[in-house]
């Protein structure tokens, strides 16, 4: 029987280009990037060039990007990292009810610790309503967490606009656009985001491998203790191959842009 996927808002699959040059990677870029040696320092190399490749994309400076392990942890790192470092200023956090549950369950582990968290509604097409957004926004609020677009209904949020109400209050924005890369322009500068989820599976990319994009001068805790890499705020031994196989997936959203 001929298998037919469709499935492509829960993943897509690897495309050829991409296993390729992640192949290549496995047995000719083994070294790791921390190490001082010349096979350490050629597989870094190739992971900065894929920061950059993906900053590019972006808007963002390389500086800003951080490898995580997919759109869950970036979103997980977003959630608890701020609410771990601004925990003194203030416990409440908005997001929408309609998040993901990388989001939805960060937020309720943190209901344990004393923070609040208000689920904005959504309108009939699943929009956020900006006038429900200022309604509940409070003094002692600290983060809105709003997606770019749903996985499920691909309603794109008016994510341009939160950021400038977010910004104007002085709280940090971050918006998941796991669903929303390649699908939809993404500039963190347009978009007025401090912070960013990407993943690299939803756009011919490999899985377990995502980005999180986070705003110079923003400082929210680190989301994995250990070694110095990803600027000191992401440990663990980089995942080069997937890194790259990422970029790679990134650089053909760009050519696709320009057709
Ligand atoms: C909107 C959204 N956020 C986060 C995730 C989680 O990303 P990952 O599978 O890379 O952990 C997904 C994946 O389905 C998603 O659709």
């Given at each position: 029987?001929?298998?037919?996927?469709?499935?492509?808002?829960?993943?897509?699959?690897?495309?050829?280009?991409?296993?390729?040059?992640?192949?290549?990677?496995y047995?000719?870029?083994?070294?790791?990037?921390?190490?001082?040696?010349?096979?350490?320092?050629r597989?870094?190399?190739?992971?900065?060039?894929?920061?950059?490749?993906?900053?590019?994309?972006?808007?963002?400076?390389?500086?800003?990007?951080?490898?995580?392990?997919g759109?869950?942890?970036?979103d997980?790192?977003?959630?608890?990292?701020?609410?771990?470092?601004?925990?003194?200023?203030?416990?409440h956090?908005?997001?929408?009810?309609?998040?993901?549950?990388a989001?939805?369950?960060?937020?309720e582990?943190?209901?344990?610790?004393g923070?609040?968290?208000?689920?904005?509604?959504?309108?009939?097409?699943?929009?956020?309503?900006?006038?429900e957004?200022k309604?509940?926004?409070r003094?002692d609020?600290?983060?809105i967490?709003?997606?770019?677009?749903?996985?499920?209904?691909?309603?794109?949020?008016?994510?341009?606009?939160?950021?400038?109400?977010?910004?104007?209050?002085?709280?940090?924005?971050?918006?998941?656009?796991?669903?929303?890369?390649?699908?939809?322009?993404?500039?963190?500068?347009?978009m007025?985001?401090?912070?960013?989820?990407?993943?690299?599976?939803?756009?011919?990319?490999?899985?377990?491998?995502?980005?999180?994009?986070?705003?110079?001068?923003?400082k929210?805790?680190?989301?994995?203790?250990?070694?110095?890499?990803e600027?000191?705020?992401?440990?663990?031994?980089?995942?080069?191959?997937?890194?790259?196989?990422?970029?790679?997936?990134?650089?053909m959203?760009k050519?696709?842009?320009?057709?």
């Amino acid at each position: 029987m001929r298998e037919v996927y469709l499935d492509y808002a829960a993943t897509t699959p690897t495309e050829k280009r991409v296993a390729d040059i992640m192949n290549s990677t496995y047995s000719q870029s083994y070294g790791n990037p921390s190490s001082i040696h010349a096979i350490g320092r050629r597989a870094k190399g190739y992971v900065e060039e894929a920061r950059e490749i993906i900053a590019d994309y972006i808007g963002a400076d390389a500086k800003e990007i951080y490898f995580t392990s997919g759109g869950t942890e970036s979103d997980n790192w977003a959630i608890k990292g701020t609410a771990f470092a601004l925990k003194d200023k203030g416990r409440h956090i908005i997001t929408s009810c309609i998040e993901h549950h990388a989001i939805l369950h960060s937020c309720e582990f943190l209901e344990n610790f004393g923070f609040e968290i208000t689920y904005l509604p959504v309108d009939e097409y699943g929009s956020v309503e900006i006038s429900e957004l200022k309604k509940a926004i409070r003094e002692d609020t600290i983060l809105i967490s709003i997606m770019t677009a749903n996985n499920e209904m691909g309603t794109i949020q008016p994510i341009k606009e939160i950021g400038e109400i977010a910004k104007k209050k002085g709280i940090l924005f971050h918006s998941d656009a796991v669903q929303a890369l390649g699908s939809v322009p993404i500039n963190v500068n347009e978009m007025n985001v401090d912070m960013l989820s990407l993943s690299g599976h939803k756009i011919y990319g490999p899985k377990g491998i995502g980005v999180m994009y986070l705003r110079k001068g923003v400082k929210i805790e680190p989301f994995m203790h250990g070694g110095a890499q990803e600027f000191r705020q992401r440990a663990g031994t980089h995942n080069v191959t997937d890194i790259i196989g990422f970029a790679e997936a990134v650089k053909m959203l760009k050519e696709n842009d320009k057709k």
